[in-house]
């Protein structure tokens, strides 16, 4: 089964270009609706932040750093290296008596646009707080400390990443097809469409225990904190703000976007085949509305889906559509 | 037909990403290759801007107004909002009395890092001669200053736009399909990929006459102008820098790609159905190593298409591949 054409951009009365992919609904029983191949094996990317995040919480070493909310969803973020984050990751850093370089997620400009221009107009090279994974890698340290692991702690052999893999291909119910490394350093286990729906819809179901618990944690710390998810105008937060708070997503480079919707008890997951981000936003947008989770009202379905494309005098050229077939 | 694989991402061993499109190589006398449908109707975009500026040179409004090879190659540009490109974008139009004011290309942040660096940090708003098509505008009003049309030179049924709709057709070899608004504002008429590629074939075999030498002179004025068609670090003018000014390239939004080799008598023209840049800067780097037009030992070469990707530590990550047939 090939990918199925998901998105359309229309210029005038002509397609332009269009978004293939495949998409997987899934509830605690299964696989529910699908749209192209839910065997394929993509890359999670970031996507995945909130299953890596599980032994951090399930090890107990969330708990012995006493974290709070703020932290485990800066944990499960892509963040946008603004004040609001960089802060907050620097200091718990600082609590845990570590430092900006014991991190490997390498140093990128942040996304922010603030902090991005701080940055540039004073001469001024990013650090790796700034890096949109430094929630994440902050994460990995406090479960480091925990297991009293080395310092490259994104080895693929290094018990933070072993502990990842068995939490991952738990979640995912498949042994993970192989590896690679992520724009942040650590590995990046590749699994099934339909195996990281699967495991988005396990979140939706937490069950009793450490595991059940630290799900119902991460996805809380998500939903609470959107702002820290990603950060102002981006779609993980805007989409999450729009929902009130009921359901979490989490988007992926590469253009995977993950759905976790408790009070339905489902999960999702997608992935745009050519890997770009207007694709993929536009798809989570059609899928949270065919799942009635997202209002057609939302101001966020306009901008990420529905409203017009305008050029730079305003003036409209054409519009993104759902392609015939998706979702409904 | 459909699109045919072109260009995939891998990372580890796994397939990540993957972009389709259509390829034609046409010579004088049609299609010599094709991938995927050479029949797909498409928009140009701005790769068609050679063709936008015949009437500009074979109306004559060109000499009139005094015009060096350097401004016909800002009128074939996708320019980066450099120094380079805006003084001589404002000296042009103030040659002909006129001013910013007069263009209606609209504004938009250069992609030129010191010009974005200079606006962003003294919070000044870019004009409109920052806009990446202000030489192809500069352009029109030169052409509409000869025809003494009215102010309002990108309304599709203005003198200066019929007179490009006509060039279009004709070079093209079609009635065209439909019109879009550009991201510029002006008019952008569809064709298919087929007849952008014969039109491309006509500039490499230019005949006697308004035409032939009209076609020569944009052509000779792109490749004596790499660095004013695009900008440093941009693919168009590296690859034509590769090239050593032996042939012109010209990318378009939405992941098109054209070029021109007078010496071989060739021109093609490529579209990634994703519109991502991405696919196509990897498609037209693999289609000119194809056509032997490219050093496979050119810098650019890895750049854009054979070289490994790598995160922000430096570790290679993955790489981009041919996909198999494509192109041989």
Partial sequence: MTAARLIELWRGDLLESEHLGHAVVADANGIVEAWGNPGVVIFPRSSCKMVQALPLVESGAADAAGLGTEQLALACA??????????????WLSDMGMSESDLRCGSHMPRDHDAKKHLCCSDTAPCQIHNNCSGKH????????????GPEYVE????????????FEEVTDEVSAGWGVDGCSAPNFACSVAGLARAMAGFANPGAGARGDAQRRLVGAMTAHPELVAGEGRACTGLMRAMGGKVAVKTGAEAVFVGIAPEQGLGFALKIVDGGTRGSEAAVTALLLHLGLLSPDAPIVRRLLTGQQTNWRGRVTGELRRAPGFPT
């Fill in 138 to 149: 902050a994460g990995f340290l406090t479960l480091n400390r925990h297991l009293r692991g």
């Fill in 156 to 167: 693929i052999d290094h018990p933070v990443q072993r502990a990842v893999r068995d939490a």
């Fill in 78 to 91: 892509s963040h946008s290296g603004a004040q609001i984050h960089t802060s907050r990751v620097g200091a």
